[in-house]
Nanobody
Framework: QVKLVESGGGLVQPGGSHRLSCAAS????????MGWYRQAPGKQRELVAT???????NYVDSVKGRFTISRDNAKNTVYLEMNSLKPEDTAVYYC?????????????WGQGTQVTVSS
């Protein structure tokens, strides 16, 4: 059974930093394309950052230079380091794992963790 468990959400002041964790079980994060998505109230879920199996990273423009996605293969965990946080970063953040072969697409989600940026 695949599980992605996010942790680290909370209340952060504008300009502050915070780190989210996504602990995976049932899959190896090093062979999956791992991503962080977020969904703010009344908005669609958006892709924030990804790290692929070859360790390539990609970010949505709004977080470039502020957020960093990383992967610890030994802990089978993916992180999202968030700096210079803004109120518009407030959202539920979800961890995602994607992979595919000739026959099957694998797409797993965590339960989400709330990040609120407010003074």
């Amino acid at each position: 059974q695949v599980k992605l468990v996010e942790s680290g959400g909370g209340l952060v002041q504008p300009g502050g930093s915070h780190r989210l964790s996504c602990a995976a079980s049932g899959i190896l994060v090093r062979v999956y394309a791992m991503g962080w998505y977020r969904q703010a109230p009344g908005k669609q879920r958006e892709l924030v950052a990804t790290v692929t199996s070859d360790a390539s990273t990609n970010y949505v423009d709004s977080v470039k230079g502020r957020f960093t996605i990383s992967r610890d293969n030994a802990k089978n965990t993916v992180y999202l380091e968030m700096n210079s946080l803004k109120p518009e970063d407030t959202a539920v953040y979800y961890c995602n794992a994607k992979n595919k072969n000739m026959w099957t697409v694998y797409d797993y989600w965590g339960q989400g963790t709330q990040v609120t940026v407010s003074s």
